[in-house]
């Protein structure tokens, strides 16, 4: 199982957001990660074009979209940005997709968030032969999309989608190279997520990978830890996709799906998630504590022995 890492955008010591992402990419490929995944926040800047600056001053190291929504974005612009960004970067970029969330579509950007896998299924239908063949012809419920692009060269992105729901993992698994979970227990992993999506694949005829994503610590302070997850990760706790997630693991929130504790714990944990049959595990070192990182991203390196 391949173990990648996780963060955020943000600026840090007066560097702007950019050079703060060169800075922590640079460490992860310095410290032999071989992919990086990135949240595009609603609060944040564009993370396709800081992706474009990182894969230009970083070499050899991958990244991935953990996840860009789809609703800001039609399909035309969304191929041409990843497209550029994939050139740039020599063919590093996995492209994940996700749907964002009710509260942010309806409340902040004023979108209907109805129907969900009907819109995905549309706006698959006319990014991937973008993507693809550079060419398009999709009339759907949802999305319109007509005409091609004149941009032969760039490499085609890998699509990944965010799919927790059993209709969207069907969707993953008919339609992409995979899906990227959140706040997902090794449990709901092996009788849910795993099962369903490998069936759709293969009656696709496809293969596919699950990327899991948990928050991870490695400390001797285990309920400082914990207070510190869940105060951070609160959030997740409320919106409906992950509280079902939670629910169906038999977490009461989101601490307790955090990866915690010594170097065995952590390891045995990670294991687990292996053996249920995660093909890439995505660490988010949470801790405040630079030395509780340090040993996080210690182990992580140790336990990373996948060699595709």
């Known amino acids: 199982m391949r173990i990648s890492l996780f963060g955020y955008l943000g600026a840090g010591g007066g560097r702007t957001v950019t050079d703060s992402y060169v800075a922590e990419l640079t460490q992860a490929h310095q410290e032999g990660f071989r992919r990086y995944w990135t949240a595009q926040l609603p609060t944040d800047p564009d993370l396709l074009t800081v992706l474009a600056v990182a894969l230009r ?7 991935g979209t ?12 969304l191929a041409q940005r990843a497209l550029t960004v994939n050139e740039i970067g020599d063919g590093r970029l996995t492209l994940g997709l996700g749907l964002s969330h009710k509260p942010v579509v309806e409340g902040a950007w004023g979108l209907p968030f109805d129907r969900p896998l009907r819109r995905m299924t549309d706006y698959l239908d006319a990014l991937q032969p973008l993507l693809t063949d550079r060419r398009v012809s999709a009339e759907g419920e949802t999305v319109t999309a007509r005409g091609s692009l004149r941009y032969r060269d760039a490499p085609d992105p890998e699509v990944y989608l965010a799919a927790l729901g059993p209709q969207m993992l069907r969707l993953a698994g008919r339609r992409t190279g995979g899906t990227l979970t959140w706040m997902t227990g090794p449990r709901t992993l092996a009788e849910h997520v795993v099962p369903t999506i490998r069936a759709a694949a293969e009656e696709a005829g496809r293969a596919v990978r699950v990327v899991a994503s948990l928050p991870v610590a490695v400390t001797d302070d285990v309920d400082a830890a914990r207070a510190e997850a869940a105060r951070q990760f609160a959030v997740y706790g409320k919106l ?63 336990e990373d022995h996948d060699d595709t």
């Not at 953990?66 to 612009?77: A, E, N, T």
């Not at 992950?242 to 294991?271: C, F, Q, S, T």
């Open 66 to 77: 953990g996840v860009v929504p789809i609703q800001l974005q039609h399909p035309f612009s």
């Open 240 to 302: 409906p996709s992950y509280r079902a997630m939670l629910d169906r693991e038999g977490y009461a929130g989101p601490d307790d799906a955090a990866i915690v504790g010594d170097e065995k714990e952590v390891a045995e944990r990670i294991a687990q998630l292996r053996d249920v049959g995660v093909d890439e595990y995505v660490a988010l070192p949470f801790s405040p504590d630079p030395d509780v990182r340090a040993r996080t991203r210690a182990l992580l390196r140790a």
């Open 57 to 63: 001053e970083v070499p050899d190291i991958e990244v």
